[in-house]
């Protein structure tokens, strides 16, 4: 079973003090935060101002791996306190991965957790990267959304139909809606890789 965290800092008035015309971005000036985070034996992913952090634990013992997710959180709230940034619990969010046994055994005890000082109730699903994920991976749900964008397309195109050909209207059907389809189901891959 495992457990991801995501959350975000609101850092928009360090980016126009510290970073406006220096040349520094902003992913390099956060990347020591890691140290912190693996100090605690999570793993994580960092992209911009969002940081997600993962651990793996047993479904018979949640309290420790909580504990140490708890634990982590405070000191990457700390340093980023101590750096000039601040976490958002607005846009934090909490998704227990499991099989169907092990997220019954954990939800009936697990409903919140504490991520920086913060009680979040755990959901039942999370979008990372724009792929929606859920407690089981199933992707159903994003399959969903992508199906549904998927229809968008076409409806779009039928307000400049008139204006085009046949033949140019077939081609960009099929490389509007072609491309952009399998490229949004295939890249939850490199979740599942």
Request: with cysteine; glycine share 4%.
């Amino acid at each position: 079973m495992v457990v991801i965290f995501s959350f975000q800092i609101d850092a928009k008035l360090l980016f126009q003090y510290k970073f406006e015309g220096k040349g520094l971005s902003f992913a390099v000036y956060c990347s020591p935060v890691a140290n912190v985070i693996t100090s605690h034996g999570v793993e994580h992913h960092q992209f911009a101002d969002d940081t997600q952090l993962r651990l793996a634990m047993a479904a018979d013992n949640t309290a420790g791996g909580l504990s140490i997710l708890a634990a982590c959180t405070a000191d990457v709230r700390l340093w980023y306190m101590q750096n000039g940034l601040q976490l958002n619990p607005d846009k934090s969010e909490a998704l227990i991965i499991g099989t169907t046994a092990q997220l019954h055994a954990v939800t009936s005890a697990v409903s919140s957790v504490a991520v920086a000082g913060v009680e979040l109730p755990v959901a039942d699903e999370m979008k990372v990267l724009g792929v929606v994920l859920d407690r089981r991976l199933t992707f159903e749900k994003h399959v969903t959304m992508v199906a549904r964008s998927c229809h968008y397309h076409p409806q779009a195109l039928r307000h400049i139909r008139h204006f085009l050909s046949t033949e140019l209207t077939s081609t960009l059907a099929r490389s509007l809606i072609l491309t952009w389809r399998t490229s949004r189901l295939t890249y939850p891959l490199v979740w599942v890789l």
